[in-house]
């Protein structure tokens, strides 16, 4: 799933080489944090939230057949 994520934002940003996805689970929740370059919050995020909702929604369809549920969270640096 972290491969998935990582190839999807790696297209969108102007800084692939900052595109850090981090795991961590908890009893029934995969959490994943993403964490890029500080000028392409904007580009993940989208208007109104549109890119990250549609990213979400893609990585939610992927982890459909997991028996945790799936969160992916967009750390802010600064």
Do not use: C, F, W
């Amino acid at each position: 799933m972290k491969e998935l994520i990582q190839t999807i934002v790696q297209a969108l940003v102007d800084h692939p080489e900052d595109v850090v996805v981090t795991e961590s689970s908890s009893e029934n929740t995969i959490t994943y944090h993403l964490s890029v370059h500080q000028d392409d919050i904007g580009k993940v995020i989208g208007k109104q939230g549109r890119t990250i909702h549609a990213i979400r929604t893609v990585v939610y369809a992927a982890a459909s057949q997991q028996p945790k549920r799936v969160v992916l969270h967009v750390e802010d640096k600064g």
